[in-house]
């Protein structure tokens, strides 16, 4: 289950903008991205981890993301960085 993988992270980054500034650096071993999230914020790291060939896993919430992640408040996206 992906939630555990967030879960069990060290080396996280939750939010779209430091998730798209991880992923151009190329920093990122894999991103999730919630289902219910906007897709106009979503589709620019959908593309971009596509260009780079990062994995994206789809999670069903931003709230079960966000509680995953440890915050309190729903997340469109998180990263795991690849030196985890």
Known sequence: MSYDKVKQATQLIIGMKQTLKAVEQGMVKEVFVAKDADPKVTG???????????????????????????????????AILINE
């Open 44 to 78: 620019k790291i959908l593309q971009l981890c596509r260009e780079k060939e990062v994995p994206v896993e789809v999670v069903d919430s931003m709230r079960q993301l966000g509680k995953a992640c440890g915050i309190e408040v729903g997340a469109a996206t998180a």
